[in-house]
């Protein structure tokens, strides 16, 4: 089981940068931890600390006025590397919600897989989202997932977003993918025996390396 | 209606559909490495499931090992225990390991192919967003994240969605000095890398089936670096010669067997695609990239863009790309100071790789001003590179010729750009720090990378072709 998602009303992060790629979310020296934990002190390391460590003033996440679980962010967000890194370090940092016009597609799935929900949302929604936080850092965003929307709190600016139907329902019931495919196996199975390949010779395989 | 050989492939590897476009997709073949698995044994472990098909995993190490003194142990200690850990997991979990001491060691996207584990019309998978490269066999290959590392660990299957479908034709002859370096930066520089988000595509047209295998795989490797999932090739006579005698491709009537299979792969003569680009290989020159993505490339007789014809978003993201580069709009590119030159990464450095850029330089020495380093993509490369005397010509003009991995690639071992420093490297990511922290990328292929350790500035290779 995964934790669900529903409804989440919050404060949001402006980031109007775009195309962000993973190496800038975590860059490629912090991948060397075999484990999950901790990925969140080093989101968007080389934009947050100068070289000496000291946090960069003009960098959002160092600004004490903004916080929240939704970060908004320019379009192309998360193309580049694989590096589910990326999404960990989101999630861990304390973000649920990813806004933007555009998404790279294996940051989607990443996404999804660690629990969090990426909206899509039109270039003109995003431009307000940005001004509105801009304004306000106190703005109050809210989702909600069953309706498909997102709405800009205290206005009448909302926006319906789409999704696919098995990530949504994996979202509300804190489904998880693998127990799924577990669930499955002797299907799985049964193709294996009627799609027989004709692929790597795996008898030599082993004694091999 | 006739399929595309992407749907061709995708629809004999779907197990079942779970809503309208999202498959269980059945993988044949599955690359793993150190730095995105170790996560996705221990959630394996942790939830007491067992490896469903271990022989259908390939591991090797490569983002993180140095390029230097691979027989001792690895020195610095992160990296080391990551290697570790990945020789643990597979020795408990039985699978096939090619560790640093292995003579198959090398970058996952090189040996793939190399050994024949890449086959025509196969699903392929691995942790990494460069095994798009595979698709130059003519197979669906694509990267994954760590989730589904453990998805295809507990079922041989993951849950994806189905991409739409791009057909990119490049027809007509290359200039003299132009790469398949040069045409993938072309198209990238031409649709953004964005601009096949949500597609997957299949190279076509005479420019693309000229090309020699190796090439091939240069252009299917930086399909990811225009959004798509990944980009194939239909197989053809080159692919199957390629096949031929590789360490665990078939053999025998099996080989026989398969060819027959692999002769289908192809998109029917009235297949559809959802889109569908052209382009001329005329009109490609060598290529760099200016900026801080792939998709700010120019060819290298033009100057940086100007800002004006860029809308306001685009216009602050341009602007701090130059900034990190310390580079002007307007200005020209040749004649630039360098720093460094890397020869290597999964897009550029294999045999025939090394080959042209030793072309290059015969004879000659690098410039004092650049340290030159050639990381050869896999031990297969070396052993080859220096049964040529390909080695001796790059350590005669100063270059350093090291042992396989990632490398600066990536910068995750201790080969890592200084900051401020220029590096014409011939790898697939100008990203901001993506060779160390402050680093600064300029994109080419490796004679354009030859030429320019030669002369310590970026130079126009067609200038010195015989
Ligand atoms: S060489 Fe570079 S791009 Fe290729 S797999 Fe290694 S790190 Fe990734």
Redesign the pocket.
């Known amino acids: 089981m995964k934790q669900k998602i529903e409804k989440i009303k919050s404060t949001a992060v402006p980031l109007p940068i775009e195309n962000i790629d993973t190496d800038q979310i975590i860059p490629?020296r912090f991948l060397k931890s075999t484990t999950k934990d901790g990925m969140g002190k080093n989101l968007f390391c080389d934009w947050r600390y100068d070289v000496s460590g000291n946090a960069k003033n003009d960098f959002v996440l160092n600004n004490s006025e903004y916080d929240g679980k939704i970060l908004v962010a320019g379009k192309n967000f998360g193309c580049g590397?694989s590096r589910e890194h990326a999404a960990w370090a989101l999630s861990d940092y304390g973000f649920k919600i990813i806004v933007s016009s555009f998404f790279a597609d294996i940051f989607i799935n990443n996404a999804y897989n660690n629990g969090m929900l990426p909206i899509q949302v039109s270039d003109d929604f995003l431009s307000l989202l940005f001004s509105h936080l801009i304004e306000n850092s106190k703005q109050e965003v809210e989702i909600d997932l069953p309706t498909q929307t997102i709405a800009i709190c205290g206005t009448m600016l909302k926006e319906k977003f789409e999704i696919n139907p098995y990530r949504k329902q994996c979202l509300l019931n804190g489904l998880d993918n693998v127990d799924y495919l577990t669930s499955i196996k002797s299907e799985i199975e049964k193709f294996e025996t009627k799609n027989e390949t004709y692929y790597v010779n795996e008898e030599d395989w082993l004694i091999a390396g | 209606m006739g399929k595309t050989l992407f749907e061709k492939i995708w629809d004999k590897h779907v197990v079942r559909y779970i809503e309208n476009e999202t498959a269980v997709l059945y993988i044949d073949r599955h690359y793993i490495?150190e730095v995105t698995s170790p996560q996705a044994f221990n959630a394996i472990e942790k939830n007491g499931l067992k490896i469903f098909r271990p022989e259908k995993t390939t591991a090797t190490a490569?983002?993180n090992v140095p390029t230097v003194n691979q027989h001792l142990p690895i020195s610095e200690k992160l990296s080391r225990i990551q290697v570790e850990q990945l020789e643990i997991n597979c020795k408990k979990h039985n699978i096939q390991l090619f560790n640093l001491q292995n003579e198959h060691q090398g970058?996952?996207?090189?040996i793939g192919p190399e050994l024949g584990l890449t086959l025509p019309g196969s699903t392929i998978v691995c942790g990494?967003?460069?095994t798009s490269?595979h698709g130059a066999l003519g197979a669906i290959a694509f990267g994954i994240g760590t989730s589904e590392i453990e998805q295809v660990f507990a079922s041989q299957c993951i849950i994806q969605n189905k991409p739409k479908t791009l057909k990119i034709n490049v027809t007509g002859k290359l200039q003299k000095g132009v790469t398949a370096k040069d045409v993938i930066l072309y198209i990238i520089s031409k649709i953004s890398t964005s601009g096949a988000t949500g597609y997957f595509i299949e190279y076509c047209g005479e420019t693309i089936s000229n090309f020699s295998m190796e090439e091939r795989m240069t252009i299917c490797?930086m399909s990811i670096e225009m959004g798509a999932r990944g980009g194939l090739i239909s197989p053809d006579s080159k692919t199957i010669e390629y096949l031929k005698n590789k360490k665990f491709a078939p053999t025998g009537y099996d080989f026989e067997l398969a060819k027959e299979n692999w002769s289908n792969l192809f998109s029917d003569a009235d297949a559809k695609f959802d889109r569908e680009l052209f382009f001329s290989a005329s009109e490609i020159s060598p290529m760099v990239s200016y900026g801080t993505n792939p998709g700010m490339a120019i060819s290298v007789s033009e100057n940086i863009p100007l800002s004006n014809s860029l809308s306001g978003s685009e216009k602050i993201s341009f602007a701090n790309s130059l900034n990190y580069m310390n580079f002007y709009e307007g200005e020209k590119l040749v004649g630039k100071k360098i720093d460094y030159v890397f020869i290597?990464?999964?897009?550029n450095?294999r045999i025939e790789d090394l080959r042209s850029a030793a072309e290059i330089i015969k004879g000659k020495a690098k410039s004092a001003n650049v340290i030159a380093w050639v990381v050869p993509?896999s031990k297969k490369v070396e052993q080859q590179a220096i049964a040529e005397g390909i080695d001796k010509i790059f350590t005669a003009a100063g270059f350093e010729f090291r042992q396989p991995?990632?490398?600066a690639?990536?910068g995750?071992n201790e080969d890592k750009i200084p900051e401020g420093k220029y590096c014409v490297s011939t790898?697939?990511?100008n990203f901001e720090g993506r060779q160390g922290k402050g680093a600064r990328t300029i994109l080419a292929s490796p004679i354009m990378a030859a030429i320019a350790a030669i002369k310590g500035e970026i130079t126009d290779v067609r200038n010195y072709l015989n």
């Open positions: 490629a590397s | 490495h490569d983002h970058i996952v996207h090189v990494d967003s460069h490269t490797n290597g990464s999964c897009t450095s993509g991995g990632c490398s690639c990536l995750m790898s697939n990511r």
